[in-house]
């Protein structure tokens, strides 16, 4: 904490520290050297707010004194003004401090800094500091650089270097009977005396502060109480009120520490990764030989290949060759001999016997050289060269574009569970990344708990998800993975998330015809126009069993409220049923018809009033929908074969009419046809 003990003027630790209004600290000798005349500052401009950064307690003390006309006297701690001129100097203020830590400013009288409060606790931990790292205690006589102190007087409570002490404090006349002590002891003496000294009123000198003002935020005597000042202010017990700010701090102090333990571990985390990353770098060099290895053996091994298969080239045209020098040799041969033979036989002196080998030669030699150049040609069958080429440059510049990938496979993102929610039959997934990995999109995948496959239903790079029109009451396991060009993670553990066990909605006012009024919280509807108009619930269904109830609030003779379910594109300025789009029972006060397409049929007795209740019974299971009133079935099943997808509650009504949807309602059991067709059935 040595930071914390230094003076933000000097740089050394705290010696005599005084409190600024903005709750730092100066030496008092930096306060007095840094005072300056109060002109010398610039005055505020007009739009600047003037009492930012206080504690409302000092902005009230600071404008009582300014309005009383009390400017800055001698008491202790009477100060003007505060940071970036949080008043602007009166003409009484004479000197002026700039804080060296905020630069804001504080106005004093002719007294200057010595106005401002000694800051005790400050110095009692700089003292317990140097006495613990047995820092030398200085000379407060020394007009240079202080020497280290060797005694000090317990009567005058000053510490002495020898040449101070044999100049100012000789041990001769009425001195001569004051008690030197070490400067250790000193310190000691000094902070004894102190801890038993009772801290007196700096305005009532003989008075003991015993109770602390809540709104000026400073200690008070008895006295003080009965001045003006103070007369209205809350004001508690002195030591009480330090107990409970000790009680506060420490509070505090416990959730900052556990900050300071997670940084501390993280601080261990950290070195311990530090400890890692040389064993890491060599298992990763191994690698690399390792690849580098492999693929010096793949060169090798292919290096052999092509050498086998260049001496199988070799091979080949050495035999072609002696192939095609045989033929020729043995059509020499045969050339040859002929050649001889003829010439023998042109020797031959006896006609007679030339004339009858003669033609024969002619004819053996005219057909051998007619066939010599069939048989035998004079261009090699093959080139002595070995014609291939070897194909280097794509191999050496995939070797000289070998080098490390950036980015690795992610991992497994991390779902936040207290973020994974469920309304109705919607759920909220939320997760965050692995630390450290890079990710192009995630895919959220879901399954119904013990009842199917994981199926995928979100792809995408956001990492929070809704997920709706599930089924009611009814538990789903999640699990998120992330991807990125490098490749995939694996599934993060899943998590089980259950729907709601009954459906709540309220009327939703953006799909509701202009005429509609809603209150209640959008429970309540009636209507401006004496037209029909339709407004749909802000939740709709695609499969389950639903039910849920209107409260007639309000009834005039011969109104026909209509009650029942549409899709989302139904014509809202006519009543529900008009056309293709709604489903409904609209009902008077004496009978019912059931409404769809603009068609009405089953005319059922009995009507509603002020107070009744109409239920609607939405069975997607069956595809079935019935009414209610009163609790009583209304007729038979109203419609039947409804697969038109999400259907959504809706009622019409008009200025005669006002109802009340409750919703969150089990289905009703005393139905004969629900009984058997729904028994244990449920909310889906």
Known sequence: ????????????????????????????????????????????????????????????????????????????????????????????????LGCPVCQKVVYFDEHGANNLQKNKTLQNIVDKYGESKQLPIHCQLCEDEPKEATVMCEQCEVFYCDICRDGCHPARGPLAAHSLVSPQQGKAFLRSKNKEKKTNCGEHPSETLGMYCMLCKVAVCGVCLKNDRHANHDVQALVGMCKAQKTELSQNLQ???????????????????????????????????????????????????????VHQERDSKIKTLREQIAACA????????????????????????????????????AHMDMTWHKEVTF?????????????HLSVLQSIELLTFAQLKAPGPPVLIPEECTA??????????PHPSSFVEYYQLELAEVNKGDFKEVYCGSDTICRIETLLFNTFYNVRVRAVNNIGQSDFCEAVSIRTDEVAWF????????????LSNENQTVTCDSYE??????????????????????????????????ATLDVAKDMMLGKDDKGWSMYIDYQRSWFLHSDRHDNRTDGGVGSGSVVGVLLDLDQHQLSFYVNDERQGPIAFTELHQGMLYPAVSVNRNVQVTVQTGLDPPTDSSDHESEGEGKGVG
């Open 255 to 309: 959730a900052l520490s556990e900050k300071a333990k997670g940084a501390t571990e993280f601080i261990q985390k950290l070195k311990g990764m530090v400890d890692k990353v040389p064993d890491n770098c060599v298992q990763f060099e191994n690698s690399i030989s390792a690849h580098c290895d492999y693929l010096i053996e793949a060169i090798h091994r292919r290096k052999l290949q092509l050498l086998e298969f």
């Open 423 to 432: 309304e109705n039959n919607t759920i909220t997934v939320a997760w965050q």
């Open 379 to 391: 261009t090699p069958r093959i080139s002595e060269e070995i014609d291939l080429t070897l194909d």
């Open 532 to 565: 029909h108009r339709v407004v749909l619930g802000s939740l709709g269904f695609s499969q389950g069993v639903h039910y849920w109830e209107f409260t007639v609030d309000k009834y005039n003779t011969n109104a026909d409220a209509g009650f029942g379910v």
């Open 330 to 365: 043995s059509k020499l041969q045969q050339t040859t001999g002929l050649l001889q033979f003829c010439i023998e036989a042109l020797k031959e002196t006896d006609a007679t016997a030339f004339l009858q080998v003669g033609p024969s030669l002619v004819d053996r030699v």
């Open 506 to 517: 309220s009327l939703d006012p953006v799909t509701a015809h202009p005429d509609i009024i």
């Open 1 to 96: 904490m040595e930071e914390e003990l230094k003076c933000p003027a000097c740089k050394h630790l705290f010696k005599n520290p005084v409190l600024l209004p903005c709750c730092h600290s100066l030496c008092l000798n930096c306060a007095l050297q840094n005072q300056q005349q109060a002109q010398h500052l610039q005055p505020p401009s007009d739009d600047s707010d003037s009492t930012a950064d206080y504690p409302d307690g000092d902005k009230l003390s600071l404008v009582s004194e300014t309005d009383s006309g009390v400017v800055c006297n001698s008491r202790p701690s009477s100060y003007v003004g505060t940071p970036n001129l949080l008043f602007p100097p009166l003409q009484s203020s004479s000197l002026s």
